[in-house]
């Protein structure tokens, strides 16, 4: 979940938008950390149900503010690209724990949840955290401001015991919501980030650097596995990589640029006619966005060839021609990652076939580039090496 984010007086200093060697890349069980995620039900679905989607998409697709605050390079996304789709984890935060439910999200750096101080909409829709019943929290008193494609959150910045799983990282820094804009449906109460630590609130350490740091894992990479199941199956794994969860090698991308988990990508073709990043472009691997983003000029000619039409503020296609739909073919660092039909087009709890590609891109980066959310990391198991940055692929089981 791309997003840019803001610490009020200091962000005018702020202006910017795996795995370790061949040998021991299998950690032993003892610690190797395997959170369970689970799919929820898509926020468009349920909003859908509540015949309120074509209202929340008309007031949150586009951009909240274009104050200084926030980093030109770094425009929201609209709403529609991120949220149809979320992969959850449960952590807990403080003493006595109290529980969340967060997105582990590679396109951001911060940890953030609801707090008893928010009243906004949203946050009466969440579990929001007491800071007042955790005799381990510990107040800073700098404000935060932190900015998403799905929203926005105003609050504070506190520190407390974060536990993932079996991991207990004492003195996290996390972001505690005072004010919420948008995800009032959202299946998710926060976002913990795993982007670099240059998307992070500046002057915290994300909590994986945090891990890291104090030798709570063991290498320097995490990786996802996300299922094609409605419920249970998908994982993020913390400090190594159980390789039950692909097939064949992991193939190796160096980072481009270390700040997203952003790479370089060489063609997108369909039956080898070339549809974007025709000299090369850049990608950016996000677990936190749904479809497969790019510029919306590309985007839309996509579209055109898959027959996709505008249909309540969403691309349908005719689910009997779902099976002679092409193969997208995206070529990176000299191999080919096929996207079937049946990856890039969904079936809505209504049965309308529904197209996953979004557009928007052009709001990130002056070149081209383009998201490969969910609909891409499902076909494909992704890690993520921040000791040698670069990010490994391989088709998931």
């Known amino acids: 979940m791309l997003r840019t984010h803001s610490f009020l007086s200091t962000w005018t200093q702020k202006r910017s938008m795996k795995w370790l060697g061949i040998l021991g890349l299998v950690a032993l069980s003892e610690c190797l950390v395997i959170i369970p995620l689970t799919t929820m039900k898509t926020m468009r679905e349920t909003l859908r149900e509540k015949n309120l989607l074509t209202n929340f998409l008309l007031k949150n697709t586009y951009n909240r503010s274009q104050n200084a605050t926030y980093s030109p390079k770094l425009t929201l996304h609209p709403l529609r690209n991120y949220l149809d789709l979320a992969y959850v984890g449960n952590i807990t935060i403080g003493t006595p724990p109290q529980q969340f439910k967060v997105v582990f999200d590679t396109g951001s750096g911060d940890l953030w949840v609801p707090s008893t101080y928010c009243y906004s909409r949203p946050c009466r829709t969440h579990n929001v955290f007491n800071p007042h019943t955790s005799t381990t929290f510990r107040l800073s008193g700098r404000p935060v401001d932190l900015t998403y494609g799905s929203g926005r959150i105003i609050g504070f910045l506190g520190y407390d ?23 009032e449906d959202a ?10 630590p ?15 740091r104090r030798s709570l894992i063991p290498q320097a990479v995490f990786a996802f596995y996300l299922s094609t199941q409605k419920e249970n199956g998908s994982m993020v794994m913390l400090g190594g990589v159980d390789h039950r969860y692909h097939k064949g090698k992991l193939q190796w991308i160096p980072v481009s640029r270390p700040h997203y988990w952003q790479i ?9 006619l070339i549809l974007g990043c025709s000299r090369g472009c850049q990608a950016i691997v996000d677990t936190g966005t749904s479809f497969i983003v790019g510029p919306s000029r590309l985007v839309t000619a996509i579209r055109r060839l898959i027959g996709a039409r505008l249909v309540n503020h969403e691309y349908a296609v005719s689910c009997s021609y779902m099976a002679r739909l092409p193969t997208i073919i995206f070529s990176i660092n000299g191999k080919d990652y096929p996207l079937p039909p049946q990856a890039y087009i969904r079936k809505s709890l209504r049965g309308r076939c529904l197209c996953s590609f979004a557009g928007g891109t052009e709001n990130i980066s002056s070149s081209e580039t383009w998201i490969l959310g969910d609909v891409f990391l499902r076909l494909y198991f992704s890690v993520y090496d921040r000791k040698n940055n670069r990010v490994g692929l391989a088709p998931a089981v």
């Not at 299946?187 to 670099?196: A, E, N, R, T, V």
């Not at 240059?198 to 994300?206: E, N």
């Not at 370089?264 to 080898?272: F, L």
């Open 264 to 272: 370089t990508m060489n063609r997108i073709t369909v039956n080898g």
């Open 187 to 196: 299946p998710f109460d926060g976002i913990l980030g795993l982007g670099y």
């Open 161 to 183: 015991t974060v536990r993932i799983g079996k991991l207990i990282d004492m003195g996290q820094p996390f972001g505690l919501s005072k004010s919420q804009f948008g995800m």
């Open 198 to 212: 240059s998307l992070a609130i500046q002057g915290t350490t994300p909590i994986f650097d945090t891990l890291k």
